[in-house]
């Protein structure tokens, strides 16, 4: 018998209404997450990468209840998270904290940060009050800063100071699972990498499994186990992070990594990738959700959607070319 | 394929800027954005301004097309194009100087667009207006110039508006009207921070193109190594105000000689190499920029200085010195004419 994943995800749906016109009929569905199964073990890192409004951000909130789902089941520590009573959805969102992307706006400009971080303590109802105060201080020193930035307002800190502490105000808690939605895309590089290094030496320390959301594919190779990749609500392939990046079999996943340029000079010509614009997300193709952008589709992809399919150890690829040859990446580069 | 093009020093330089200073505010508080920058941009060149935000890249930018506005002003320097003082023109003049020999291109295009025009009027507005077209022809003009940028079916296109165009469509746009006149320098900050990586890598191949057919200079400003590695000839790295350093793109992304340089080359993660080695950060964070404080800006967070142990950083600012003759560096720790090696 084996352990039961931290988190375990099936069939997720999540639609949005699209509406139009002075009463707001609607006129359409845009399904964000469409039909999303995915686990992720204690102490593990899953990155999910895809395009703006690929439904990446609505999965990542979701799985913690930030909003409801149209369908499927969330289990998170084996508690099925939307058949749970309010009372004890509130116990269990304590196991699982979130971080923003924009730690300017997170945080209540009128409030201390040490008190917007003690706020989560109070909330949870976690230890005796006056024990609350020391708390925020050891975590403060924990995510790198002083005890009395604590008594700081959002105004004076830096972005890198304040992303530390929207991380301490999720690793407050002791969470087992911290979502993670562009935690650095807000921040200057240098920045950037104090706070990678921080979260993989915190991941460590207090063996916490992040769902790291990212468009930065770099970003997501340097701290992901694992990765995920989306396109317009479905996760079209998924394998460990070293495998992904060295051999990536779906042709979507492939023109993500060949759309990164370079720091390396020697291949500033190398082709690029044209994939076209981005589908009407209310509209998508028949089939293949991929296929108008696809460089190797074929009347079978009109027809019907793949499945998320193994092809190998823990490598699963939704591409019905994805069994044959491998692609050349010069094969997706137009004249 | 042409890959680098050796640098046209030789000869007078389309823009050259002369210490160049910008200030934000009055009295005591006064912020110094840009402390006596030396640039210059040679016909056709692609160079690109690398800097963390607070570098006062983005100043520059604005500084050379005089748009800093109240409280900012321009305090000092020199500001020539084609031998033309910019600083000294009149108003009509700057006007007429910005419409004809300048594009622009900012980050967020649909910030830039009349929400309310369609969007072949707003690529059409400046051959009305400077080119004095008839509204027939400026708008044939616009959609050859939609078609030119890669926008599918231009002549429908040009009926939209904003709102109905993806952000990849409305940089296209955008940069449409910024090449509508044939400037010859092209202005891009941040162009494709906004974009999805696989929309950004089509927008960086056209400016490329367009600059390249046309012979259009650009300075394009941005905080990505890797858009710099795809389309500079040259680089320029800010930090607090200056440029701490100034080479050929080859030796800026490969072995750069300033500390601040390096660090940055090292901090960012790179596909394909990234995994089990740690990141190296840069630690501490940018100086406060309206104070005055002797030696040079990065001491403080220099990893160089502290093993050299170097006293001479902390007191006084190293001048921006020619090591070569297309590179210049600002560092008291770098060996001379051979390159730094740390």
Redesign the interface.
């Known amino acids: 018998m084996s352990i039961p994943p931290l988190l375990q995800v099936e069939g997720l749906h999540v639609r949005y209404p699209v509406r139009k016109g002075l009463f707001g009929g609607v006129v359409g569905t845009i399904n964000a997450v469409d039909g999303v199964s995915l686990t992720l073990a204690r102490g593990e890192t899953l990155g999910l990468v895809g395009?703006?409004g690929c439904g990446k951000s609505t999965l990542g909130r979701t799985v913690i209840a930030l909003q409801r789902p149209s369908a499927g089941t969330v289990l998170f520590r084996n508690q099925d998270l939307f058949a749970l009573p309010p009372d004890q959805l509130k116990r269990q969102r304590r196991f699982a904290q979130f971080i923003f992307q924009n730690p300017r706006t997170c945080f209540d400009p009128r409030r201390t940060v040490g008190a917007s971080v003690r706020m989560a303590l109070d909330v949870q109802q976690m230890l005796d009050r006056q024990d609350r105060d020391e708390a925020v201080a050891d975590i403060f020193r924990k995510v790198g800063l002083r005890p009395e930035h604590r008594f700081r307002y959002p105004h004076e800190l830096?972005?890198?100071?304040l992303q530390r502490i929207g991380i301490a105000r999720a690793l407050i808690l002791k969470p087992s699972l911290i979502v993670c939605d562009e935690p650095v895309s807000a921040l200057?590089?240098?920045?950037?990498?104090?706070i990678?290094?921080l979260l993989?030496d915190l991941r460590a320390e207090f063996e916490l499994a992040l769902l790291f959301v990212s468009?930065n594919?770099?970003?997501v190779?340097?701290i992901a186990d694992r990765v995920a990749v989306m396109y317009y609500g479905r996760i079209v392939e998924t394998a460990p992070?070293?495998q992904l990046?060295?051999a990536p079999r779906h042709p979507y996943t492939k023109?993500?990594?060949?759309?990164?340029?370079?720091?390396?000079?020697a291949?500033?010509?190398d082709p690029?990738?044209?994939?076209g614009?981005?589908p009407d997300p209310a509209r998508l193709p028949s089939g293949c959700r991929f296929r108008n952008r696809c460089p190797i589709a074929t009347p079978r992809c009109a027809e019907h959607e793949p499945a998320l399919a193994g092809v190998d150890a823990g490598h699963a690829v939704a591409c019905w070319a994805a069994e044959g040859a491998a692609i050349p990446i010069s094969a997706m580069a137009g004249g | 394929?042409t890959?680098?093009l050796p640098s046209p020093r030789h000869g007078p330089p389309l823009l050259e800027i002369r210490d160049l200073r910008t200030q934000f505010g009055f009295g005591p508080g006064t912020v110094n954005a840009v402390q006596g920058v030396d640039l210059r941009i040679a016909p056709g060149e692609i160079v690109g301004l690398v800097g963390?935000?607070g570098s006062g890249k983005s100043v520059l930018a604005l500084s050379i097309l005089r748009l800093i506005q109240t409280p900012g002003r321009i305090a000092g320097g020199q500001i020539l194009f084609d031998g033309r003082d910019v600083l000294a023109m009149s108003a009509r003049d700057l006007g007429r100087w910005r419409g004809r020999d300048i594009g622009i291109i900012f980050q967020q295009p649909q910030g830039c667009l009349n929400p309310v025009r369609r969007i072949g009027w707003q690529v059409a507005e400046p051959l009305r207006q400077q080119e004095r077209l008839t509204r027939r022809a400026a708008w044939d003009g616009a959609v050859s110039l939609l078609r030119s940028v890669g926008i599918?079916a231009p002549e429908e296109k040009a009926l939209a508006y904003p709102h109905q165009l993806?952000?990849?469509?409305a940089q296209r746009v955008m940069i449409a009207i910024a090449l509508a006149l044939r400037p010859r320098l092209l202005i891009a900050d941040e162009p494709t921070t906004a974009l999805?990586?696989?929309?950004?890598?089509?927008i960086?191949?056209l400016l490329r193109d367009s600059c390249r057919h046309a012979g259009t200079s650009l300075l394009l400003v941005t905080?990505?190594?890797?858009?710099v590695?795809?389309?500079a000839d040259r680089v320029a790295v800010m930090y607090a105000g200056r440029i701490v350093e100034d080479g050929p793109?080859?030796t800026m992304?490969?072995d750069p000689g300033h500390p601040y340089a390096r660090?940055?080359?090292r901090?960012?993660?790179?596909?394909?190499q990234?995994?089990g080695e740690?990141?190296?950060?840069?630690?501490g964070?940018?100086p406060d920029l309206s104070r005055a404080a002797p030696g040079c800006a990065f001491a403080p967070r220099c990893g160089r200085r502290a093993s050299l142990a170097l006293a001479r950083c902390l007191e006084e600012m190293p001048p921006l010195a020619t090591v070569r003759p297309d590179h210049r560096l600002r560092c008291w720790a770098a060996p001379d004419a051979t390159g730094a090696r740390s």
């Open positions: 395009e703006s830096s972005g890198g100071q200057d590089v240098s920045v950037q990498a104090q990678l290094n993989r468009h594919l770099a970003v190779e340097y992070a070293k990046f060295r023109a993500l990594l060949a759309a990164v340029p370079s720091i390396d000079v291949r500033r010509d690029v990738p044209r994939l614009d981005p | 394929m890959t680098i963390e935000s599918p993806s952000g990849g469509q999805d990586v696989t929309i950004q890598a089509q960086l191949e905080h990505d190594l890797g858009v590695a795809r389309l793109v080859a992304l490969d660090g940055l080359l901090a960012a993660p790179r596909l394909g990234s995994g740690r990141l190296q950060d840069i630690p964070g940018i």
